[in-house]
Every structure is written in C-alpha cells, then in structure tokens.
C-alpha cells in the first residue's frame, strides 16, 4: 500500500459526457502526477501538478484539465468524452524539491473508466 | 523527449528458472530509472530505482537491475523466479517532470 488513493474505482460514461476522477496523495507528498493507462499499454503522462500548478504537461488535448488543492490532492477533468479515453487513469504522488534529484512516484489502484 | 522500449512482450517460464528483462531508453539528460511491477488486480508498485552511484542495485523480492550508461540500458534480473512473480513488469526513465514508461512485459510463471 502507497497510501495513495483514488476515487471512484471504476466508472461508465457515454460519449460527450464529462467526467471528474480524485486522487489523494501519500502524507509529505507535495505533487501529484497523472497517466492514463490504455489495454496492453505502458502508462502515459497526462500532466503533473506541484504546489497547486501545472509543473508539465504530456501529449493530451485541452479537454483533459486538472487541480490540485491546498492538501496536495487533485482531480482529473475530462469534458467531451470519447470511446478512446476508455483506459485505467492512475495517479502518482512524489515528493518535489527543486534543484533535487531523485524524486520517486507512487502509484494509486487507478480509476477504470468506460466510455460507451 | 525521453522513451523507452521494452522487448519480448510475453514471457512464459517455469519456477526456478531465470529471468532477464530488457529495457533501453533514449533521455538526453540525468537518468533516473525505475522498474515497477503490476501484480494481478493490485496496483502499480515500485519494484527498484536508480538515482546514482552503483550501477548494479537490487530491489524487493531478490530482483536486481543493472544500469550500463554506454548501452542506454537498465536490464532487469532475477536467478531464481517463483509463481508469484507472475505479473507485468514495467521499465521508466525519468526526465521532464515525468516518467516515460515501456509497453511492459507480461510475465506468466508456471509451477
């Protein structure tokens, strides 16, 4: 157990639709990563939010937006679902000191969305 | 941007025999990389990690890895594999703020 957590566990949209996935990091933790992980697939880097911003973004659309909040846990936005966002959503927690090395990511159980 | 790959996609082999997976990367910068394990129904967990130094480091449950810089790889092994060891295995090379992970290797142990 990381002590990262992730709600809900699972999840059934239609296409169009939005949805809000949460995350809750370990204790100490200051940054929060999300992926999203397709069938048969390595995980893909959606975005990192450190101190309540942005700190890196991957090769996702506009739709997909994100927040963390002053306790360090986050949301993941997607607005205008597609059949293809269909995948787990994984959250990952760290501990970020500027100008260090070595920081190391946690994983949640993950948020198993289907997009019908 | 950082990648990296992963070969043998599937792997089937019986209990006590060895494993060897390999893993390449491609990053410009400092490398930090990690191996982590999916186990069936469990989450993502972080099997070993290398930062510096040593370039041989060992991990939870006797597995090991070998960073070699002139060859982009970080191999991950283990002498001895039992049916538990049954799982995804997953190789990620940090830069920019994120990881960058492989397809993965399924790795299935017979008894």
């Known amino acids: 157990e990381t002590g990262v957590t992730q709600s809900p566990t699972h999840l059934i949209k239609t296409r169009g639709q939005q949805v809000t996935l949460r995350c809750s990091s370990q204790?100490?933790?200051?940054?929060v990563s999300w992926y999203q992980q397709a069938l048969g697939q390595g995980p893909q880097f959606i975005f990192q939010y450190y101190r309540e911003e942005e700190n890196g973004r991957g090769n996702f659309p506009p739709r997909f937006s994100g927040l963390q909040f002053p306790n360090y846990s986050s949301e993941l936005n997607v607005n205008a679902l597609e059949l293809d966002d269909s995948a787990l959503y994984l959250c990952a927690s760290s501990y970020l000191a500027r100008g260090k090395l070595g920081e190391t990511q946690y994983f949640g159980p993950g948020t198993r969305l289907l997009v019908l | 941007a950082q990648s990296v790959s992963q070969h043998n996609h599937h792997v089937i082999l019986s209990e006590a025999a060895s494993l060897e997976l390999g893993c390449n990367y491609s990053y410009g910068g400092t490398v930090n990389l990690f191996w982590y394990v999916q186990y069936p129904g469990q989450h993502l967990q972080l099997l070993l990690k290398y930062f510096s130094g040593d370039p041989l480091v060992k991990g939870i449950k006797g597995f090991e890895a070998e960073f070699i810089k002139s060859k982009f790889s970080f191999n991950l092994r283990k002498p001895s594999v039992q049916w538990s060891d049954t799982a995804e295995y997953f190789c990620?090379?940090?830069?920019?703020?994120?990881?960058?992970f492989g397809k993965g290797n399924q790795v299935v142990v017979i008894p």
């Open positions: 990620a090379v940090k830069g920019n703020n994120r990881l960058a």
């Open positions: 204790s100490g933790h200051n940054t």
